[in-house]
């Protein structure tokens, strides 16, 4: 009676041992089918959040059913429990072990910011402050901060931000985000220099950087940076000024509406090529890598002037005579759709040229 009874026993624990491996069989099988939300959706990791503080994150939210399976397969397999903090996007029809899959390996979202050609450094610091998604720690910091904290304490900002679209995660920060565009165009202005033409009229890299900003300004067309580049170029190797309206504008500053006047051109700035001889002391924009190569290798010739067409191309001439009628039948005698940029895109202010 005692042995049927311990049998009877024997058979019973198997069997719920069996029907709870079973159900924890399902429970865990739970975790790769086809759930997550009903639109994509943001899922934000802290640093330091232990796994099941994530896994009932992830219930909560209505993003599993049970935190429990989560739990014990981290308990089977421990090495899943090393998720990454960060920001992450779920979208339709993930399952549980997908969405682990994405945090193990710190596929956080990613988000993006475009810098544009020949726009300002007080512009690229507006479009950080503009981005909601982007961590600001240089808001109250001044330009000069900016540039200490980078490890540049001595250098002036505008010029040495590369201009592009970038991609950061939540965890990156306004900071983080300057010192890669920074890095980018140490990295490009370093390329473009050492392979740069002979008997160029700059004097460091710094020279050819702010020829490669106003060059950025003069000119919206791809074709013509090389010959607005080799304009600029010869006026140096010749101490012609460089007469260009661009540096006029920034050295006006917040004064600039959109016009220059005959009294602006008098006006003595460091920046206004109509008084000073030789570049500008800083860049007066950020340029792009088409930009620098043009600075870095001109093009050849004997033009000296050129003046805005209307169209968003420029007219190039040899001489002051040719110049001055080149201005009465571009500039005196303007088309009705006159633009000095071939493309302007919203929001921006056209500049006159009359070099």
């Not at 090393?82 to 988000?111: C, H, N, Q």
């Not at 982007?134 to 250098?155: F, H, K, N, S, Y």
């Not at 004997?302 to 110049?323: K, N």
């Amino acid at each position: 009676m005692i042995r049927s009874l311990s049998i009877a026993f024997f058979f019973f624990v198997v069997l719920i041992g069996a029907g709870v491996a079973l159900w924890g069989w399902q429970g865990l099988q739970s975790l790769e089918q086809p759930a997550g939300p009903e639109q994509p959706v943001l899922f934000n990791v802290e640093p330091g959040r232990a796994f099941i503080q994530v896994a009932r994150q992830l219930e909560r939210e209505g993003l599993i059913a049970n935190a429990n399976w989560l739990r014990l397969h981290g308990r089977l397999f421990p090495e899943d429990t090393r998720i990454r903090a960060g920001e992450y996007e779920f979208t339709p029809g993930m399952s549980a072990r997908e969405m682990l899959d994405v945090m193990l390996a710190g596929r956080t979202k990613l988000w993006s910011i475009q810098f544009i050609e020949g726009r300002r450094f007080v512009d690229m610091r507006e479009a950080l402050r503009a981005h909601e998604r982007i961590r600001q720690v240089t808001t109250e910091m001044t330009d000069a901060e900016i540039m200490a904290a980078l490890g540049v304490p001595d250098q002036h900002p505008e010029g040495w931000f590369f201009p592009d679209t970038y991609l950061f995660s939540s965890q990156e920060t306004d900071l983080d985000i300057l010192r890669r565009a920074l890095q980018r165009m140490q990295l490009v202005l370093a390329e473009e220099w050492e392979n740069r033409a002979e008997g160029l009229p700059y004097e460091s890299p710094y020279e050819a950087l702010i020829m490669a900003s106003i060059v950025e300004r003069e000119t919206g067309a791809p074709h013509e940076r090389a010959d607005v580049a080799g304009v600029f170029v010869r006026r140096l190797q010749i101490g012609m000024r460089l007469q260009t309206d661009p540096t006029v504008i920034y050295g006006m500053g917040d004064a600039y509406q959109g016009r220059i006047t005959r009294r602006d051109l008098q006006t003595h700035t460091p920046y206004n090529t109509y008084r000073i001889h030789g570049l500008t002391p800083t860049p007066i924009a950020m340029p792009g890598r088409e930009a620098i190569h043009a600075a870095l290798n001109p093009a050849e010739g004997d033009t000296l002037y050129f003046v805005a067409r209307g169209d968003g191309t420029h007219q190039f001439s040899r001489t002051l005579a040719e110049h001055n009628a080149a201005v009465r039948r571009y500039q005196l005698n303007r088309r009705s759709d006159y633009r000095s940029w071939p493309a302007p895109a919203a929001n921006d202010t056209e500049e006159e040229s009359a070099q």
